[in-house]
């Protein structure tokens, strides 16, 4: 089978051939199913060649949105699923129990553009067996599938240090972890309104933490708010 001219665009970026990609090969009798469910269609098409070319495993179906995945998913039957955290209408978090309601066994690893500690911790709340981001190698994504069904929770590197960081703090902290996120963020320099566009909250909601930081900290700006939390290690 050749190789969609989407795909070839898709790889470009990782300086590589194709069969650098195909590496992993599960210890299964049987091909693993996997199910895709990524509104970006060449996202989408790539991941799904990259998988049916790799030994042992074969995508099931891939599904531009949550919605439309959940019609058919039962159906497909898969043993892993590749789920973007950022699709239109059901998000990828509230997607995590409904699909793990019709599929009760299968592993289901998030993939993401963003790295934000409260979203991680969400889906991994929810029954996500792996967090990756989208800049994973393909390699790498192969290597996940098998990773995650012999038991694994596979995360891109930048996840795997935010998770052991988060239990590294202080833990006599007085936010929460919503808040100590969005502290983060601004600390990183982003405005309110971007905050809330990849947190999924609203702007109001940003402004409602903002003001419980400045009263637990006993600050009254951003600046101090930031000094006084990494001055006491609480982001």
Excluded: W
Excluded at 22 to 34: E, G, K, L
Excluded at 177 to 195: H, M, N, P, V, Y
């Amino acid at each position: 089978m050749g190789c969609p001219a989407a795909v070839q665009k898709f790889l470009v970026k990782f300086e590589h051939s194709i069969p650098v990609y195909i590496m992993s090969q599960p210890a299964h009798n049987a091909d693993i199913r996997v199910v895709i469910i990524e509104d970006d269609e060449t996202i989408r098409d790539a991941y799904t060649y990259l998988i049916n070319e790799a030994p042992g495993y074969t995508v099931a179906n891939a599904y531009s949105s949550a919605e439309n995945a959940l019609k058919g998913i039962k159906a497909d039957d898969p043993h892993v699923v590749l789920l973007d955290v950022e699709l239109p209408g059901i998000n990828g978090l509230e997607a995590i129990p409904r699909i793990k309601a019709q599929v009760e066994d299968v592993y289901i690893i998030m993939l993401t553009v963003y790295e934000h500690q409260q979203t991680v911790f969400d889906a991994l709340s929810r029954g996500a067996a792996g967090y990756l981001t989208k800049s994973t190698p393909p390699a790498k994504i192969i290597d996940a599938l098998g990773e995650v069904l012999d038991g694994g929770g596979p995360m891109s590197v930048n996840i795997a240090r935010m998770v052991v960081n988060s239990f590294q703090k202080s833990q006599a902290s007085p936010l929460t972890r919503r808040e100590t996120e969005i502290l983060e963020q601004i600390a990183d320099g982003k405005t309110r309104s971007r905050i809330a566009s990849e947190m999924f909250i609203d702007l109001e909601t940003v402004k409602s933490h903002l003001k419980n930081i400045y009263s637990k900290l006993d600050v009254h700006s951003r600046a101090d708010a930031i000094k006084t939390a990494k001055q006491n290690k609480y982001i």
